[in-house]
């Protein structure tokens, strides 16, 4: 293992892991954000009382969960793309070729697995907190919108981080994925280092150190956030 190819600079590759692990980085909490914005909605759906809204999230869901992450990032990488070209076409008349920005395929890919994911996590937290509660909101008199953001959210949120916390790691790993498609993360600036110095062992070991270091930080974070959440909370 040779240590001087993480050099920075010119003389070794320190400087292109270390951008490639912020485009990582970058990719996760874009991916994590959208995730928690489509679970809220496909959890709000399948706690509806409209039969229609409850089939579609349930349809998705099930898709999502059960085909491969990868082929996930194909159908979009190239049905995006076809798709673009066509509605380019038919609308504008440009028949030159049109495609999605890496970046934003790989967030759209990532984000609606971990928005299938999140959505349950999210359903089982909503349907933890007591009813009790939100009757004595009632009681007190407390518009739904009160209701929503004081009562609801708040305990919502802090059963759910547990299982969130799971899926931005998840989703943190997940992102080695979208390399199949050229953009540079850890894993595809880990296979051009391999490629160029022919050490494949020395730049995949610094790729899982990287990845280790940022689930391991991450953990940290959301094992702080789960004891300010749980505040006051008198444990059994």
Known sequence: MDLTLLAW???GWGD???LGALVTLAVAICAY???I???AGLAAMKLSGLPPLRWIAQAYTTVIRGIPELLVIYLVFF?????LRAIASGMFGYEGYVDLPIFLTGTICIGASAGAY???VIRGAVLVVPKGQIEAAIAVGMTRRQRFWRVLVPQV????????G???QFTLKDTSLISVIGLVEIMRQAAIAAGSTKEPFTFYVVAALLYLGLTSLSNRGFLRAESWANRGVRRA
């Open 9 to 11: 600079g010119d003389a």
């Open 16 to 18: 292109q892991m270390a």
């Open 33 to 35: 954000a959208l995730g």
């Open 37 to 39: 914005v489509v679970g």
């Open 79 to 83: 049905g995006g793309g076809a798709a």
């Open 118 to 120: 999140s959505a349950e």
């Open 157 to 164: 949120a802090r059963y759910a981080l547990p299982g969130l």
């Open 166 to 168: 799971n899926i931005w």
